[in-house]
C-alpha cells in the first residue's frame, strides 16, 4: 500500500483515497457505460454511466459511502463488493447496507476509527433551497492520519464547509464537481463558482471528480480548468500524489 496521501480518480466520484498505508474506497459506482436510464428531469437523456469503467486495479482496505444515490451506489458495487468489507456510512442508510447483506457496516455519528486513521463525518448540503431538502441526507468524510483528507461529498459551497475546512486544516481536499443540475433550480453539486470559493479559503492540494460521467453534470474538465486555476482535474482512472 502506498505511504503518502493520494487520490486516484476512478470514475465520477469513485475514487481511491490514500491515507499513510491505508486506502479507502469511495462511492463506488461499478456499473458498465450505458446501462442505467438518465437521471430523470435532466438537460439531456443520455443513459448512465456515460463512459465505461477504466482499467484500474481496485485494492482498498474500506469502504466509505457518502449516500445512496445511484452515482455514488449501485447495484453492481453491491455484487461486487466482498460481503464483509468494512463499510463507512451515514446512520441513516446503516440498516439498508445491512439489508443488503454486508456486515460489518460501521454508522458514522461523529467519527470512528480505523487501522490509525479517524474518520471523522462531515455536513453536505445537496444543492440549494427545497430541492436540497428533497435530495435527502448527505455527508462528506475527513481522514485523519499522517495527512489529512477531506471528501466533500455532493455538496454545494455553504458555511458548513467552511468550517470544516477551518476545524481540520486539510492537506487534500476532494470536491464533487460537474455542476449537476435538473431543467429547473440551481447546481447541485460544485460549479466554478462553488470551487473557485474552495480554492480562495484553502492551501490544500484540491482534486476535483464527479465529471464528465452523468448525463445532469454539465460542466466539463476543459471548462473548470480554463476558468479555476491550481487544482487538479484528472482524467478517469489517474492517481493523483502528494
Given at each position: 500500500m502506498?505511504?503518502?496521501?493520494?487520490?486516484q480518480?476512478?470514475?465520477?466520484?469513485t475514487v481511491?483515497?490514500?491515507?499513510g498505508s491505508v486506502t479507502?474506497?469511495?462511492d463506488?459506482?461499478?456499473?458498465?457505460?450505458?446501462?442505467?436510464?438518465p437521471?430523470?428531469?435532466?438537460?439531456?437523456?443520455?443513459r448512465?454511466?456515460?463512459?465505461p469503467?477504466?482499467d484500474?486495479?481496485?485494492?482498498?482496505?474500506a469502504?466509505?459511502?457518502?449516500h445512496?444515490?445511484?452515482?455514488h451506489w449501485d447495484?453492481?458495487?453491491?455484487?461486487?463488493?466482498?460481503?464483509d468489507?468494512?463499510?463507512?456510512?451515514?446512520?441513516?442508510?446503516?440498516?439498508?447496507f445491512a439489508?443488503e447483506?454486508f456486515?460489518d457496516?460501521r454508522?458514522?455519528?461523529e467519527?470512528?476509527?480505523f487501522?490509525?486513521?479517524?474518520?471523522?463525518?462531515?455536513?453536505?448540503?445537496?444543492?440549494?433551497?427545497?430541492?436540497?431538502e428533497e435530495?435527502?441526507?448527505v455527508s462528506?468524510?475527513?481522514?485523519?492520519?499522517?495527512?489529512?483528507v477531506?471528501?466533500a461529498?455532493?455538496?454545494?459551497?455553504?458555511d458548513?464547509?467552511?468550517?470544516?475546512?477551518?476545524?481540520?486544516a486539510?492537506?487534500?481536499?476532494?470536491l464533487?464537481?460537474?455542476?449537476?443540475?435538473f431543467?429547473?433550480?440551481?447546481?447541485i453539486t460544485?460549479?466554478v463558482?462553488?470551487?473557485t470559493a474552495v480554492?480562495?479559503?484553502?492551501?490544500?492540494e484540491?482534486?476535483v471528480?464527479?465529471?464528465?460521467?452523468?448525463?445532469?453534470c454539465?460542466?466539463?474538465?476543459?471548462e473548470?480548468?480554463?476558468?479555476?486555476?491550481?487544482v487538479?482535474?484528472?482524467?478517469?482512472g489517474?492517481?493523483?500524489?502528494?
Amino acid at each position: 500500500m502506498p505511504n503518502s496521501a493520494g487520490v486516484q480518480l476512478v470514475r465520477n466520484a469513485t475514487v481511491l483515497v490514500d491515507v499513510g498505508s491505508v486506502t479507502f474506497l469511495v462511492d463506488p459506482m461499478f456499473s458498465g457505460g450505458g446501462e442505467n436510464p438518465p437521471v430523470p428531469n435532466s438537460p439531456n437523456d443520455r443513459r448512465n454511466p456515460l463512459v465505461p469503467m477504466p482499467d484500474v486495479e481496485l485494492s482498498y482496505d474500506a469502504v466509505i459511502i457518502t449516500h445512496r444515490h445511484q452515482d455514488h451506489w449501485d447495484e453492481a458495487a453491491v455484487e461486487a463488493l466482498d460481503a464483509d468489507v468494512p463499510l463507512f456510512c451515514q446512520p441513516a442508510e446503516a440498516d439498508a447496507f445491512a439489508a443488503e447483506g454486508f456486515t460489518d457496516v460501521r454508522a458514522v455519528e461523529e467519527s470512528a476509527s480505523f487501522e490509525g486513521v479517524t474518520v471523522h463525518r462531515t455536513p453536505g448540503r445537496h444543492g440549494h433551497g427545497a430541492l436540497a431538502e428533497e435530495m435527502g441526507p448527505v455527508s462528506g468524510f475527513v481522514f485523519e492520519g499522517d495527512e489529512t483528507v477531506y471528501v466533500a461529498g455532493d455538496t454545494v459551497w455553504y458555511d458548513a464547509v467552511q468550517e470544516t475546512l477551518d476545524r481540520f486544516a486539510p492537506e487534500v481536499v476532494v470536491l464533487n464537481g460537474g455542476a449537476a443540475r435538473f431543467v429547473e433550480g440551481d447546481p447541485i453539486t460544485m460549479g466554478v463558482e462553488d470551487i473557485t470559493a474552495v480554492r480562495a479559503a484553502t492551501d490544500a492540494e484540491i482534486v476535483v471528480v464527479h465529471m464528465e460521467a452523468i448525463n445532469h453534470c454539465l460542466l466539463s474538465r476543459e471548462e473548470l480548468r480554463e476558468e479555476v486555476g491550481d487544482v487538479h482535474v484528472p482524467a478517469d482512472g489517474e492517481r493523483v500524489t502528494f
